[in-house]
């Protein structure tokens, strides 16, 4: 008979969290398994990570992350699995997270030119042997937000979902976006689908009223802005 719950002892190491995180960093962990590693343990029959998975989308409206800023001691109680004491330690990280980002808001840096945001993600993003896409949401002033690699992959106009995009600059309150792409062959010249994306993506922003700043294409130590170069 195929048996369908496993214990976090029976999945192989490179399923559990804890031997994920010690082997290749938190970074390598997933929303959901570094949940599973604060909440260390689960049910009978549920794995931690499991349970960490019934958090996150545990909030009726919001979904992911952004649940836990939404959910009570209260709720999180009624979910099985989660008595006081695991209510306790996750509404601590909640509050953890919500004053290392004001922290990092004051030290945010600030962009009001292409080459500056093309420099900041430079060292990170020239290297890559795949393409990415990077999110920079900033607010009037230009101070970064947030930032995240959204699409990782080849990199077209028709893979690329501009809702996406918009749903992480909303929920950072951003008030204008910037997206950055690398090209690994070191060249940056824009191809006609990096065009077609850009207007695609303009199309998107002016329904919901996050303008996109700028579409900026990084290259080996070189970069090009679509905002310079005209289309934006």
Excluded: W
């Amino acid at each position: 008979m195929k048996k369908d719950n496993f214990t976090m002892k029976e999945l192989p190491d490179s399923e559990r969290p804890y031997e994920k995180c010690e082997k290749d960093g938190a970074v390598a962990l997933s929303n959901a398994e570094l949940l599973a590693v604060l909440l260390k343990s689960g049910t009978r029959d549920k794995t931690s990570l499991s349970l960490a998975l019934e958090v996150l989308n545990a909030h009726p409206s919001y979904k992911g992350l952004m649940g836990l800023y939404h959910l009570t001691r209260q709720d999180l109680m009624q979910i099985q699995g989660i008595g006081p004491v695991k209510a306790v330690q996750i509404l601590c990280a909640v509050e953890l997270s919500k004053r290392l980002a004001k922290e990092s808001k004051s030290s945010a840096p600030y962009f009001s030119r292409p080459e500056q945001l093309a420099a900041y993600f430079m060292e990170e993003m020239r290297n890559l042997e795949t393409e990415h896409l990077y999110l920079a949401a900033m607010d009037t002033s230009g101070r970064l937000l947030y930032d995240k690699a959204v699409f990782k992959g080849t990199i077209n106009y028709s893979v690329v979902n501009p809702r996406e995009i918009l749903r992480l600059a909303l929920q950072c309150d951003a008030s204008q976006y910037v997206v950055l792409h690398n090209h690994p062959s070191g060249d940056p010249l824009p191809s006609r689908e990096d065009i077609q994306m850009t207007k695609r993506l303009i199309e998107a922003s002016d329904l919901v009223g996050i303008p996109l700043s700028d579409h900026i294409i990084i290259g080996d130590n070189r970069y090009i802005s679509l905002k310079e170069r005209g289309f934006i």
